[in-house]
């Protein structure tokens, strides 16, 4: 490269490819764009498309469904995953997973609830108690068609499909109090299969048999006699006499596949267990107060005033005692304290039934009806009640995770798996799908 000076201009001249000069050469062009503008504009499109292709988030609750119900329509959640609805002078079947109807028949008649049992619908109109009264009307479950009448209540008991027609002196909880005869109905047809008659009134209640017997039927007459039927046959298996007590829907009651039942002792009230294949007394203890006794899984509880005991249904001993709780009971797989007695929805918390350890917080909370599966819905009025949130409760969160709020004059809540069905103050029966947020 050489240099030469003409006046005041200084020419530069290149002598060659020493320094590395492209073998091709262009026209060489001044740039006027800064260096970071070209990838601040990538950046901005990149984002842009993002966005654009983004959807916004789905919300936590999305109307599946709407009816329109009167004040004394009623509804119920199979476990079919359906919902039955009384709608204004009908009765439907709705897919809980679509929304869609599957059958939808006249029904004038007020009814009192409605259940399922074996492929059954079992309608129960407003009426008294006491035989004479056309109490029940079974209709499919897949068609909704008529299958049979029976003049009295039908129940079945847990563990079994048998269904049992009784005329009902009262009715609540688990057990049941009747009279007249106990009939042993043909699902198919409501053909009675047996009978056994009861000449007074009796308590009601199903009772677990020996391995895989499956379960059966016990009858507390008014004269005290115990008496287990084979739901089979309706044949008498065992008897025996028992003591005084307060037979009742809740007593006796069966834990840990036990007879407890609370009565008056020697000194006092007190629990006794029964073998319920021999009725044969195991132990007993003092009651403590015990107005209920109630299955909690691995333990018996017993609820009292002072709180409730968690004991081992099979010798008695106490293993747990939370002074601040008035009642538990299982939802599902779940176990939930509360801290007032009568089945209140105020909850104290989840817990483990074998220690009494509180596993989620539920202090100001109410529990939502129904069966949600693996976890629980709670809700809580905030803003002096103007507002009412819904949340989702489970073991492994720290405290419920608020889910969405629900619209003003909603109530009359129930769950089941990913929906939520409540009854509003406007007049409508309104179906939810959500997730539960992990």
């Given at each position: ?115 399922t049992a074996n492929g059954l619908v079992l309608m129960r109109p407003w009426s008294s108690y006491g035989p004479g009264q056309p109490n029940t009307t079974a209709l ?46 043909q699902p198919v047809d409501g053909t009675v299969l047996w009978q056994v008659d009861v000449p007074g009134t009796a308590v009601l209640l199903g009772v677990p048999g ?181 949340a989702v409760a489970r073991p492994g969160l720290s405290g419920p995770r608020p889910l969405a709020d629900l619209q003003p004059g909603t109530g009359d809540c129930q ?24």
């Amino acid at each position: 490269m050489a240099a030469e000076t003409f006046g005041e201009n200084t020419i530069i001249i290149d002598l060659g490819l020493d320094r590395g000069e492209p073998e091709t050469y262009r026209k060489p062009t001044r740039s006027t764009v800064a260096p970071w503008f070209a990838p601040m504009m990538v950046a901005i499109i990149v984002l842009l498309v993002a966005s654009a292709s983004t959807a916004p988030p789905a919300p936590a609750l999305t109307p599946l469904l709407s009816l329109r119900v009167g004040p004394a329509d009623t509804y119920a959640l199979t476990g079919n995953n359906e919902l039955l609805a009384q709608t204004q002078g009908s009765l439907a079947a709705y897919d809980l997973a679509s929304g869609a109807r599957r059958w939808e028949i006249s029904s004038d008649r007020p009814t009192y609830r409605l259940r399922t049992a074996n492929g059954l619908v079992l309608m129960r109109p407003w009426s008294s108690y006491g035989p004479g009264q056309p109490n029940t009307t079974a209709l499919s479950l897949a068609t909704g068609l008529t299958r049979w009448r029976h003049d009295g209540t039908v129940m079945n008991l847990t563990g079994s499909e048998a269904l049992l027609g009784v005329f009902a002196v009262r009715s609540g909880g688990t057990n049941r109090r009747v009279q007249g005869p106990v009939q042993s109905l043909q699902p198919v047809d409501g053909t009675v299969l047996w009978q056994v008659d009861v000449p007074g009134t009796a308590v009601l209640l199903g009772v677990p048999g020996p391995g895989d017997a499956g379960t059966r039927m016990m009858l507390v007459h008014d004269d005290r006699t115990a008496a287990v039927h084979d739901l089979a046959t309706g044949e008498k298996l065992v008897s025996t006499q028992l003591p005084p007590a307060n037979y009742g829907p809740e007593n006796p009651a069966v834990s840990g596949g036990l007879i407890l039942l609370r009565h008056l002792g020697r000194d006092g009230a007190v629990v006794s267990a029964y073998d319920p294949v021999t009725l044969q007394r195991l132990w007993q203890r003092p009651a403590d107060k015990v107005y209920e006794v109630r299955d909690c899984g691995p333990v018996a509880c017993l609820n009292s005033p002072d709180g409730v005991r968690g004991i081992d249904p099979a010798s008695g001993v106490q293993r747990w005692f939370r002074s601040g709780w008035r009642g538990v009971e299982q939802r599902g797989g779940l176990t939930v304290a509360y801290g007032s007695a009568g089945g209140s929805t105020q909850a104290a918390g989840i817990i483990n039934p074998s220690t009494g350890e509180v596993l989620v917080d539920l202090h100001g909370w109410r529990v939502v009806g129904g069966d949600a599966g693996d976890h629980l819905l709670v809700t809580r009025e905030v803003e002096a009640g103007a507002r009412t949130m819904v949340a989702v409760a489970r073991p492994g969160l720290s405290g419920p995770r608020p889910l969405a709020d629900l619209q003003p004059g909603t109530g009359d809540c129930q769950a089941a798996p990913g929906r939520l069905v409540c009854r509003s103050t406007s007049g409508e029966l309104v179906v939810w799908a959500y997730a539960p947020k992990e």
